[in-house]
């Protein structure tokens, strides 16, 4: 039996999850109090970087680090933001990268790449790398259809 995977593609700008485009995913909760989550939300027409949202945690579970819309929001483990070519990563302070963005222009619209391991608070992987892509494990929502409201 043959399986077909379906993906709603942006005609501007696309992440790459999943070994798919999407215009947007969210993985986790991200009303927790703690809890983790990643969102790679929308970009509309006009916007160039990526909004990347998240609660980045360590594999026992502690906040490392919480981003809103690309800036960091909450630092407990001291990361550093670097800006790179194309996008920015968000290092550890031993500087092992935790986190990497990033967006190329293309002659009809953008790709963003996130490279990542990341955990969820019980120490299970959410987010791996695949190849120039990342892969999500459990249940995550993969196509978002509009923003999600900026109360993140």
Do not use: W
């Amino acid at each position: 039996m043959i399986h077909y995977r379906e993906s709603i593609v942006s005609a501007y700008h696309n992440y790459l999850v999943n070994d798919m485009l999407t215009p947007g995913f969210l993985v986790g909760d991200p009303n927790s109090q703690n809890g983790f989550f990643f969102l790679a939300d929308l970009v509309q027409p006009g916007q160039t970087p990526p909004r990347i949202s998240a609660r980045l945690l360590g594999k026992h579970g502690e906040c490392l680090v919480e981003l809103n819309e690309n800036n960091i929001r909450e630092n407990p483990a001291g990361c550093i933001q670097h800006p790179v070519p194309g996008g920015s990563s968000v290092l550890l302070p031993s500087r092992i990268p935790l986190l990497e963005i990033n967006t190329r222009r293309f002659a009809n619209g953008y790709l963003t790449t996130i490279k990542a391991a990341l955990l969820d608070e019980k120490g299970n992987p959410r987010i791996e790398p695949l190849g120039e892509s990342i892969q999500i494990q459990g249940e995550a929502e993969l196509n978002l259809g509009s923003p999600l409201p900026p109360s993140i």
